[in-house]
């Protein structure tokens, strides 16, 4: 993964933890087409590689996560799909990461507007600075949020406030976002902390984190009965590996448990 060259992503690995910068500082790391590409390549090898236990999110420079989608790139888009095309192209990056069996982290240190919230927002665990801004300016230029927003957000913390963030395109700091649940961690240094945060939960069986993550996002995709359903059967799974064994033995004998991720 180290050596995976990207135009405007780096990926830096340690121990079982992988780091994915979006790095166009002059731009405040707009997501341009080649960015949101390159965001799907990455997930995808991530996926691939049994090494990466969490990946974490982040923006280069201290100024923004990700100040959105790239405006200059839109505004010279043409054609009679180019708006959906793209679109398209984002909520594909951003299911591809939300999709990983691994956990998701983003470490907001400045601005996640727009496009950068929205990729904050396929992430399963979000921690912000206390200088982050955040917010959905889209309706500013006309548009709405297209990289899942629209969906994701009010699924988030609920659709009354989603719609006061999407139609005010008011933009918010840490504070009001942690008491909306929209983040879950303050911290003066976010991805130290989101670090910690993967650190814990790195410990734990990546079998069980995988089928958490695959029995709320298909839950949330249904209704009550059909998604206990889905628990049931996951639950079926996980109850079935060695690493179930291994965690009550663990338990049993006084002492942390060792998984295998089988
Ligand atoms: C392209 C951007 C950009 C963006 C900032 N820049 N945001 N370029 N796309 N989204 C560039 C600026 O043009 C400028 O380039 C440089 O980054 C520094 O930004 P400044 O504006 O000079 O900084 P500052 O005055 O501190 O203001 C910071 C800011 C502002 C409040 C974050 O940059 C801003 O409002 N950005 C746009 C935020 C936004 O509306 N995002 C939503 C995009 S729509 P130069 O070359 O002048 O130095 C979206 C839709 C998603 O995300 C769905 C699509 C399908």
Do not use: W
């Not at 707009?30 to 590409?37: H, P, Q, V």
């Not at 240190?109 to 950068?116: M, N, P, T, W």
């Amino acid at each position: 993964l180290d050596e995976m060259e990207f135009e405007n992503i780096t990926i830096d690995q340690h121990g079982p933890i992988a780091v994915l910068t979006v790095n166009r500082p002059k731009a405040l790391n707009a997501l341009n087409g080649t960015t949101l590409s390159e965001l799907a390549m990455a997930a995808d090898l991530i996926a691939n590689d049994p090494e990466v236990g969490a990946l974490i999110v982040t923006g280069a420079g201290d100024k923004a996560f990700v100040a959105g989608a790239d405006i200059s790139e839109l505004a010279g888009l043409e054609g009679p799909f180019a708006g959906r095309d793209m679109s398209l192209l984002g909520q594909d990056a951003m299911t591809q990461l939300s999709n990983l069996p691994i956990p998701v982290i983003a470490a907001i240190g400045g601005y996640a507007l727009g496009g950068g919230l929205e990729l904050a927002l396929c992430c399963d665990i979000r921690i912000a600075s206390p200088r982050a801004r955040m917010g959905l300016p889209e309706v500013t230029l006309g548009l709405l949020p297209g990289f899942a927003g629209t969906q994701r957000l009010p699924r988030l913390i609920g659709a009354g406030r989603a719609l006061d963030l999407m139609l005010t395109a008011r933009q918010i700091g840490a504070e009001e976002a942690l008491s909306m649940g929209l983040v879950n961690y303050v911290a003066d240094d976010p991805l130290q902390k989101a670090r910690e945060v993967a650190e814990q939960i790195v410990k734990n069986g990546p079998l069980a984190i995988s089928l958490v993550k695959e029995a709320v996002r298909r839950g949330l995709a249904t209704d009550l009965e059909a998604g206990m359903e889905i628990e049931a059967d996951l639950f079926g799974l996980a109850f079935a590996t060695s690493d179930f064994k291994e965690g009550t033995k663990a338990f049993l004998e006084k002492r942390p448990a060792e998984f295998k991720g089988e």
